[in-house]
Protein backbone atom coordinates (compact mmCIF):
# COMPACT_ATOMS: atom_id res chain seq x y z
CA UNK A 1 0.00 0.00 0.00
CA UNK A 2 0.83 3.66 -0.70
CA UNK A 3 -0.56 6.74 1.71
CA UNK A 4 -0.24 10.24 0.93
CA UNK A 5 -0.57 12.50 3.49
CA UNK A 6 -1.60 15.63 2.74
CA UNK A 7 -1.26 19.07 5.31
CA UNK A 8 -1.06 22.49 5.37
CA UNK A 9 -4.40 23.67 3.72
CA UNK A 10 -6.94 25.87 6.34
CA UNK A 11 -8.86 29.41 6.02
CA UNK A 12 -6.91 32.45 4.36
CA UNK A 13 -7.67 36.19 3.88
CA UNK A 14 -7.30 37.15 0.82
CA UNK A 15 -4.26 37.98 -0.29
CA UNK A 16 -2.26 35.58 2.02
CA UNK A 17 -0.41 32.58 1.28
CA UNK A 18 -0.22 28.72 2.45
CA UNK A 19 2.24 26.12 2.16
CA UNK A 20 0.57 22.32 1.37
CA UNK A 21 2.95 19.54 2.19
CA UNK A 22 2.24 15.91 0.97
CA UNK A 23 4.39 13.10 1.46
CA UNK A 24 4.23 9.52 0.09
CA UNK A 25 5.14 6.39 2.25
CA UNK A 26 4.03 2.79 2.55
CA UNK A 27 5.59 -0.32 -0.17
CA UNK A 28 8.53 0.80 -2.02
CA UNK A 29 8.14 2.47 -5.83
CA UNK A 30 9.31 4.49 -8.29
CA UNK A 31 8.12 7.77 -7.90
CA UNK A 32 8.40 9.95 -11.10
CA UNK A 33 5.86 12.81 -10.74
CA UNK A 34 4.28 14.77 -7.89
CA UNK A 35 1.74 17.06 -7.89
CA UNK A 36 -1.22 18.90 -7.15
CA UNK A 37 -4.48 19.25 -8.42
CA UNK A 38 -7.94 21.16 -7.16
CA UNK A 39 -11.42 20.87 -7.23
CA UNK A 40 -13.38 23.78 -6.62
CA UNK A 41 -17.08 23.82 -5.58
CA UNK A 42 -19.41 22.55 -8.40
CA UNK A 43 -16.38 21.87 -10.58
CA UNK A 44 -13.79 19.40 -12.14
CA UNK A 45 -10.34 18.59 -10.63
CA UNK A 46 -8.02 20.59 -12.48
CA UNK A 47 -4.26 20.41 -12.55
CA UNK A 48 -2.12 22.95 -10.50
CA UNK A 49 1.04 21.96 -11.02
CA UNK A 50 3.34 18.95 -11.42
CA UNK A 51 7.00 18.20 -10.83
CA UNK A 52 8.83 15.29 -12.26
CA UNK A 53 12.06 13.82 -9.88
CA UNK A 54 14.64 15.83 -11.63
CA UNK A 55 12.53 18.90 -11.32
CA UNK A 56 10.83 19.29 -14.33
CA UNK A 57 7.63 21.53 -13.37
CA UNK A 58 4.55 21.57 -15.26
CA UNK A 59 1.89 24.54 -14.06
CA UNK A 60 -1.94 25.43 -14.70
CA UNK A 61 -0.91 28.33 -17.07
CA UNK A 62 -3.00 31.00 -14.81
CA UNK A 63 -1.49 30.02 -11.76
CA UNK A 64 2.39 29.66 -12.78
CA UNK A 65 4.67 32.91 -11.07
CA UNK A 66 1.87 33.00 -8.05
CA UNK A 67 2.05 29.39 -6.90
CA UNK A 68 5.63 27.34 -6.43
CA UNK A 69 5.76 23.66 -6.68
CA UNK A 70 8.78 22.23 -5.17
CA UNK A 71 9.82 18.53 -3.80
CA UNK A 72 12.24 16.62 -1.76
CA UNK A 73 13.02 13.74 -3.50
CA UNK A 74 14.54 12.33 -0.37
CA UNK A 75 12.06 12.39 1.87
CA UNK A 76 9.28 11.93 -1.68
CA UNK A 77 7.09 14.92 -0.37
CA UNK A 78 5.82 17.40 -2.61
CA UNK A 79 5.13 20.90 -1.76
CA UNK A 80 2.79 23.81 -3.01
CA UNK A 81 4.02 27.17 -2.04
CA UNK A 82 0.63 29.16 -2.70
CA UNK A 83 0.63 33.18 -2.64
CA UNK A 84 -1.65 35.87 -3.59
CA UNK A 85 -4.68 34.00 -2.56
CA UNK A 86 -7.86 34.53 -3.81
CA UNK A 87 -11.51 33.80 -3.12
CA UNK A 88 -11.11 31.45 -6.09
CA UNK A 89 -8.70 29.38 -5.13
CA UNK A 90 -10.87 28.02 -2.45
CA UNK A 91 -10.91 23.99 -3.40
CA UNK A 92 -9.90 20.58 -2.33
CA UNK A 93 -6.27 20.38 -2.95
CA UNK A 94 -5.37 16.70 -4.14
CA UNK A 95 -1.96 15.59 -3.94
CA UNK A 96 -1.00 13.76 -7.19
CA UNK A 97 1.82 11.06 -7.34
CA UNK A 98 2.27 9.04 -10.79
CA UNK A 99 4.72 6.00 -10.11
CA UNK A 100 5.25 1.86 -10.48
CA UNK A 101 5.91 -0.61 -8.41
CA UNK A 102 7.28 -3.53 -8.95
CA UNK A 103 6.18 -6.87 -8.52
CA UNK A 104 8.57 -8.84 -7.90
CA UNK A 105 8.83 -9.84 -11.90
CA UNK A 106 7.91 -6.27 -14.12
CA UNK A 107 7.08 -2.86 -12.80
CA UNK A 108 3.49 -1.62 -12.70
CA UNK A 109 2.70 2.09 -13.32
CA UNK A 110 0.22 3.83 -11.35
CA UNK A 111 -1.25 7.34 -10.14
CA UNK A 112 -2.14 7.57 -6.33
CA UNK A 113 -4.11 9.91 -4.92
CA UNK A 114 -4.26 11.96 -1.48
CA UNK A 115 -7.56 11.99 0.41
CA UNK A 116 -7.46 16.17 -0.35
CA UNK A 117 -7.15 18.74 1.83
CA UNK A 118 -9.52 22.01 1.92
CA UNK A 119 -8.05 25.59 1.14
CA UNK A 120 -10.60 28.38 1.96
CA UNK A 121 -9.60 32.25 1.23
CA UNK A 122 -12.53 34.04 2.65
CA UNK A 123 -12.65 37.47 4.62
Known amino acids: QVRLVESGGGLVRPGGSLRLSCAAS????????MGWYRQAPGKERDLVAT???????NYEDSLEGRFVISRDNAENTVYLQMNSLKPEDTAVYYC?????????????????WGQGTQVTVSS
Open 96 to 112: YVGGAYYTGTQWKEHDY
Open 51 to 57: ITTDGAT
Open 26 to 33: GSVFSIHT
